[in-house]
């Protein structure tokens, strides 16, 4: 469940908190193919909304920047974010959003604080640059496209690029 009802959060003091646990499975992220997330967070009020912070970690699928095939990983994360209700909880009265405040860190008019967006970018941050599927991963053969995790290929293997053999020439004829 990544939506919460924080009507009575909101009406309570500030300090007041409320615990949950998180444990989704097969989410459909846009930009992630998340298999699970779980970890637990915390909502407090303060003075401006709602405070969210937490521990999270997700099961996703990436693809290997080497070797082009899809692996899992774990992806640990931390939640801090600060949402703000669109309307007054008591009067239901339309509130304006403080300067700096985005569209997806808003509690709706029901009270419902839905940090799914923000999850989600959390974890596009989380993915690694350059995913790898194991340290050691070989990739694939740049010039026949094996997978030189399954097979070795029988290219050459100091292939000189026409363009740098004017240069190469010049390196070799230094060394002399």
Avoid at 86 to 101: K, Y
Avoid at 151 to 167: I, K
């Amino acid at each position: 469940m990544m939506q919460f009802n924080v009507a009575g959060l909101l009406k309570g003091p500030v300090g007041g908190s409320q615990r949950h646990q998180v444990d989704e499975t097969s989410l459909a992220l846009e930009d992630a193919q998340v298999k699970r997330l779980w970890g637990s967070i915390t909502l407090v009020r303060i003075n401006e909304g709602v405070w969210v912070k937490g521990n999270l970690q997700a099961r996703v699928v990436c693809t290997c920047s080497r070797c082009l095939r899809p692996y899992d990983t774990t992806l640990p994360f931390l939640f801090n974010e600060t949402y703000h209700p669109t309307v007054d909880v008591t009067t239901g009265v339309p509130v304006a959003l403080p300067d700096g405040a985005e569209a997806d860190t808003t509690i709706d008019t029901h009270h419902i604080l839905d940090i799914e967006e923000v999850v989600r970018q959390d974890i596009i941050l989380a993915i690694p640059m350059k995913p790898l599927c194991q340290s050691n991963c070989a990739g694939i053969c740049p010039h026949c496209g094996k997978d030189l995790n399954e097979t070795s290929c029988d290219c050459p293997q100091e292939m000189v690029d026409p363009r740098w053999a004017t240069l190469l020439g010049l390196l070799s004829t230094t060394k002399k």
